[in-house]
């Protein structure tokens, strides 16, 4: 393993944006606009959309949706599936789930709306493009 020097206040750079790749930038914007109450950047163009606001309130400045001809969506279950995804902190499981469903994302896991007893915090979906992303409980 590599080791990094550490020194007090310095960093390699910080974090511009997530860029998720997708075959329609715009209709994957316009899902997480709706998901996330941000704004689309008026600067995209067919290849390229990122959504504006408030960055501390994502973590980051931006999130950014790119073109790709080669894009293929990841399965669900499986390792290709699991290499990013967005958590979405929610107030309550079932509302989240409507909201999400409704927007078009799939049920990933599981499948079934969540029941009044539910016990686990956290539900995986497939955004419009395929991205798995969770809503979780905080």
């Known amino acids: 393993m590599t080791q990094v020097a550490e020194q007090p206040g310095s960093t390699a750079g910080r974090l511009g944006s997530v860029v998720l790749d997708c075959p329609d930038p715009l209709e994957l914007a316009q899902f997480y606009s709706a998901l996330l109450g941000l ?32 894009y293929v969506p990841a399965t669900w279950p499986g390792t290709d599936a699991r290499d990013l995804h967005l958590d979405l ?3 309550d499981l079932s509302s989240g789930h409507a909201t999400v469903v409704a927007l078009g994302a799939e049920p990933l896991d599981p499948l079934d709306p969540p029941p009044a007893e539910n016990t686990r915090g956290w539900r995986i979906y497939a955004d419009p493009a395929g991205h798995p992303f969770r809503i979780c409980l905080e």
């Open 39 to 70: 704004d689309i950047d008026d600067n995209g163009d067919e290849d390229w959309r990122s959504l504006t606001g408030p960055g501390s309130s994502l973590g980051f400045s931006t999130l950014a949706f790119r073109r790709s001809e080669e």
């Open 89 to 91: 902190i929610v107030e």
